[in-house]
């Protein structure tokens, strides 16, 4: 089973920039695509970006195409999420999870693994 944990949330400004780790454990971690998903006060979990085992594939959610990028390091077994021009919108938990599924990727169910989340808090 796949453990993993995230990293690097903290309180920042808007506009500034974060990158957000998960770090994976556990056998075939890297065989995995890893996704991020965010869960805002009071709202459902919505994804966010994902990313396939070769990083070859990628795929955004509209509201944070063109500012976040997804990468992943199969070497440190750790995937990243470097969020820049952060907004108050942006505030939330965010949540990493792996699926050895290769579709549905946008949809929380598709994952069986998640991490324990890590906030990022937006102020203005």
């Known amino acids: 089973q796949v453990q993993l944990v995230e990293s690097g949330g903290g309180l920042v400004q808007a506009g500034d920039s974060l990158r957000l780790s998960c770090a994976a454990s556990?056998?075939?971690?890297?065989?995995?695509?890893m996704g991020w998903f965010r869960q805002a006060p009071g709202k459902e979990r919505e994804f966010v970006a994902a990313i396939n085992w070769s990083g070859a594939r990628t795929a955004f959610a509209d509201y944070v195409k063109g500012r976040f990028t997804i990468s992943r390091d199969n070497a440190k077994n750790t995937a990243y999420l470097q969020m820049n021009n952060l907004k108050p919108e942006d505030t939330a938990v965010y949540y990493c999870?792996?699926?050895?599924?290769?579709?549905?990727?946008?949809?929380?169910?598709?994952?069986?693994?998640w991490g324990q989340g890590t906030q990022v808090t937006v102020s203005s």
């Open positions: 556990g056998r075939t971690a890297s065989s995995y695509v």
């Open positions: 999870a792996a699926t050895g599924r290769d579709s549905g990727w946008g949809s929380p169910h598709a994952y069986g693994m």
